[in-house]
């Protein structure tokens, strides 16, 4: 029980408000960053497959440079170097933590996108055509939903792993979980309770993500059919 | 109804038709047979140009279909494909993968378009299983689901690219069924096949290929029962 004496837990409930809208604000960063790259990154995978080199070559520029350089340098060019330079002053770490997260989450998702539509077997693509779909209604219909359940694992680890790199943001004095915790430790000089306490809400983030993920995978098995056998005439 | 003038396919650099001509008749079954390599397959993706033409002119009913400016998407409508390897969806139901296509297409509204397909499993004798998913059906039932998939869009000509080959041998003869009876319904056929007793049985017309070209056509009886060209003698000898 020495162990436990150790710690001083009451610091943790007097500052329960803070991590509070710490924790909040970790969630709404990577909620954000996570749509946002989805979207985007669909965009950009879409366009590493495009046999138009016009599209191709931007977006496997994008994915690379992104892929390549870290989020925290990142971070920092946005916040205090390119929304600075556009808008002419910061619009607050809100607006460059977010853009941060959605550009580099999507570059790893077109990743994502790019491999799950070409494992897509080509013969599904000739069917489609050869009933006289267009490109895009055959991507639409026959790729798309059969790349998507294959994306879901990755994606769920890269919804994971944005959880944890927006723990980043607080370089740029974004309010989030870690953030919080520093400043309880500056407050207290106390380092182990305010870090642990980070840690452990990270951990209980992702395991709620992974067990999403497990639930959504099965839901979307292709053996999984909630419909009834209809009755035809 | 389909004609194919001077047709050359490259792929790199190995030429692997070397200038076909033919012409495909109205109600027409013609049935095309050779070795492996020999550019069979090739010949007839390149009628609904799942393959780029390479040089030469297709037309069929008189658009040439290699024509930039032809819009490709509606002749394939025209133009039902069997593959070899079914090729069915697998995230869709037997119905739906019959009715996809007439609703996005044909803008057939649901209840035309299931009727349709229903018709079409009937035909192909699959109607118990329009809920199922393809994976849990047979070879053979795959195969002709993906004929009535191909049916479902009215199209003038069906292609068959070795539409028996990936099935176990006991599957053979239901898919052969099919296909006989929709070449006597009067359906323009080309059929990529290695079931010679189909092509002798059901053929108008077989096309022996080999080496990128033609090398012999005729009435089956006749490149069948006293062929002319010596690789058509070979080739034969050794599948019959």
Redesign the interface.
């Known amino acids: 029980m020495e162990f436990f004496d150790f710690f001083r837990w009451e610091i943790i409930w007097n500052y329960r408000e803070l991590y509070a809208k710490g924790l909040w604000a970790t969630i709404v960063l990577t909620a954000c960053g996570y749509i946002g790259g989805i979207i985007f990154g669909l965009l950009l995978g879409l366009g590493q497959v495009s046999k138009k080199k016009l599209i191709y070559w931007p977006a496997k520029i994008y994915v690379d440079v992104f892929r390549g350089t870290p989020l925290l340098v990142q971070l920092l060019l946005i916040h205090l170097a390119v929304i600075p330079t556009i808008f002419g002053s910061s619009q607050g770490w809100w607006v460059s933590g977010i853009v941060g997260l959605i550009l580099n989450s999507a570059a790893y998702n077109a990743e994502i996108f790019r491999a799950g539509i070409q494992s897509i077997?080509k013969?599904?693509m000739?069917?489609?055509?050869?009933?006289?779909?267009?490109h895009s209604?055959a991507m639409r219909?026959?790729i798309l939903?059969?790349a998507f359940?294959r994306m879901i694992p990755p994606l769920g680890n890269e919804f994971i792993a944005l959880l944890k790199d927006s723990s980043l943001v607080t370089v740029i004095a974004g309010a989030e979980i870690l953030y919080v915790s520093k400043v309880v430790a500056g407050t207290y000089q106390r380092f182990w309770e305010p870090y642990l306490f980070a840690a452990f809400l990270y951990l209980v983030l992702t395991y709620a993500v992974t067990k999403l993920v497990a639930f959504i995978e099965k839901r979307v098995d292709?053996?999984y059919?909630p419909?009834k056998?209809?009755e035809?005439a | 109804m389909i004609k194919v003038e001077n047709l050359h396919k490259h792929f790199g650099k190995l030429e692997v038709l070397k200038g076909i001509d033919y012409e495909v008749q109205e109600k027409e079954v013609v049935c095309v047979i050779g070795p492996s390599g020999s550019g069979k397959s090739t010949f007839l993706r390149c009628m609904?140009l799942?393959e780029e033409v390479t040089d030469g002119a297709i037309y069929i009913n008189g658009v040439q279909i290699n024509d930039p400016k032809t819009n490709i998407?509606?002749i394939?409508?025209e133009?039902?494909?069997v593959?070899q390897?079914f090729?069915?969806?697998?995230?869709m139901s037997v119905i739906d993968n019959i009715t996809?296509?007439p609703m996005?297409?044909r803008n057939l509204n649901k209840q035309d378009a299931e009727q349709l397909a229903?018709e079409l499993l009937d035909k192909v004798g699959l109607?118990e299983k329009?809920?199922n998913?393809p994976?849990q059906l047979s070879g053979g039932q795959q195969q002709r689901v993906?004929i009535a998939?191909?049916l479902a869009?009215k199209p003038k000509v069906m292609l068959f690219d070795e539409p028996t080959s990936a099935l176990d041998p006991e599957m053979v003869k239901e898919v052969l069924e099919v296909m006989k009876n929709l070449a006597k319904e009067g359906m323009t056929m080309v059929v990529v096949t290695h079931e010679m007793g189909f092509a002798r049985e059901v053929g108008d017309r077989v096309l022996f290929m080999d080496g990128g070209y033609i090398v012999e056509q005729g009435h089956p009886e006749d490149v069948f029962g006293n062929p002319q060209n010596e690789r058509t003698k070979a080739f034969l000898g050794k599948v019959l």
Not at chain 1, 126 to 134: H, I, K, N, P
């Open positions: 077997d013969g599904q000739e069917a489609a055509r050869s009933l006289g779909l267009t209604q219909k026959v939903p059969q359940r292709i053996n059919n419909r056998k209809k035809r | 609904n799942l998407n509606e394939r409508t133009v039902g494909m593959f390897q090729n069915l969806f697998p995230h996809m296509a996005q297409i229903m109607r329009a809920d998913y994976q993906a998939r191909a869009m």
